[in-house]
């Protein structure tokens, strides 16, 4: 009965604690669109700006992101797995990423995806939320990866105020950065693994168990599969930055495009530790400031953050219908194939 109780109370303290959070993010994003003057006409206004050129590279966009994450998600799957016969295809694993993009925009999301993939696999092939969770952190640290090495690019091009040129002289030694780092990475996943166990508080919780998993996996992936890995992950890096181009081009705001790319994986970065609910409101604020500090108005940086979140959530609608209907036209929803393969 004990055990009862305190499993009540925990379920009550993280609705609580949710709650709170839903409500600081709301009230951010509030705060941002009031103070910067934004009415919700005018949001719709940018929102139709995006009806043409815009909507549809950037749903293309969307759709490369997707298709580069799920051949990472893929790739690690068989590398774990190689015997096993029962893995989704490219269409079903990007529906299955759709789906935790959305889900993420209430929760961490690589939690989200994780919860999608486990809900997909779960029906079709029987994995857990465990695994998948262990399976999406892996591939999306090469992201990380990725992500800190042109943060830290963008931060040395800022401090030496280098020109255009100077900036595209930093491209290739920030991949060959990454990629050195990349195949590092079992080496310093099992020190970190060893470091944490060291304490016995963190090796008790869920955290250092979900760390040991992802360290344990990397030890068996070869050397060229973290390659692919990594250039999987530059690829979707340049994907994404491609977006910003796009909602930047939308809104007529190409003078900020320089600040805006190399302000990104800072932003990126920043969001990775998920303060509020699919860090909604803080992701907001980020952008207006990095915007800000370029010279943009606090009326275009929250219309851009804000738009931003918006044509997000679209696109992901319009693909995740998309890659719906493909798997269903043909008979094949995508639990029944994983079933029947």
């Known amino acids: 009965m004990s055990l009862d109780v305190g499993g009540a109370r925990s379920l009550v303290k993280r609705v609580v604690r949710g709650g709170l959070l839903a409500l600081v993010s709301v009230g951010l994003i509030y705060f941002l669109v009031s103070r910067a003057g934004l009415t919700w006409s005018a949001l719709a206004h940018s929102i139709a700006g995006f009806a043409g050129w ?4 950037y749903v293309v966009l969307t759709c490369a992101n997707l298709a580069l994450g799920s051949l990472k998600w893929l790739l690690v799957l ?4 190689p015997n096993q016969d029962l893995h989704p295809r490219l269409c079903e694993a990007m529906l299955a990423t759709a789906l935790g993009e ?3 925009q209430a929760m961490p999301v690589q939690a ?7 809900f997909a696999s779960h029906l ?15 591939e999306q640290l090469f992201d990380l990866i990725v992500l800190c090495v042109a943060a ?5 091009a800022l401090t030496l105020h280098l020109g255009p040129i100077g900036r595209a002289g930093l491209i290739l030694p920030s991949i060959l950065a990454a990629v050195f780092i990349s195949l590092r990475l079992p080496a310093l996943l099992a020190v970190g693994a060893r470091w944490l166990g060291k304490s016995p508080s963190v090796e008790r919780s869920g955290f250092f168990s979900g760390f040991r998993e992802v360290a344990a996996r990397s030890t068996g992936i070869s050397s060229l599969a973290l390659l692919q890995l990594t250039m999987l992950s530059i690829l979707r890096y340049v994907a994404n930055l491609m977006r910003v181009v796009v909602l930047l081009g939308a809104l007529g705001m190409w003078a900020y495009a320089v600040p805006a ?4 994986p800072l932003i990126q970065v920043a969001g990775v530790v998920p303060i509020t609910p699919g ?15 370029a010279g943009a108005t606090l009326g275009a940086a929250a219309l851009f953050a804000v738009t931003a979140r918006m044509v997000n959530i679209v696109a992901l609608s319009i693909v995740t219908l998309l890659l719906a209907g493909v798997l269903i036209l043909p008979g094949s929803l995508m639990i029944w194939r994983w079933r029947e393969r």
């Open 102 to 104: 959305f889900v993420g």
């Open 152 to 156: 830290c690019t963008g931060l040395l």
């Open 54 to 57: 815009g909507l549809a590279c």
């Open 124 to 138: 079709g092939v029987g994995g857990s939320l465990r695994g998948n969770l262990g399976t999406t952190i892996y």
């Open 261 to 264: 790319l190399i302000g990104f």
């Open 279 to 293: 860090n909604l409101g803080v992701i907001e604020w980020t952008w207006s400031a990095v915007l800000m500090s």
């Open 112 to 118: 989200g995806i994780a919860l999608a993939r486990s």
């Open 78 to 81: 068989r590398v774990s797995a």
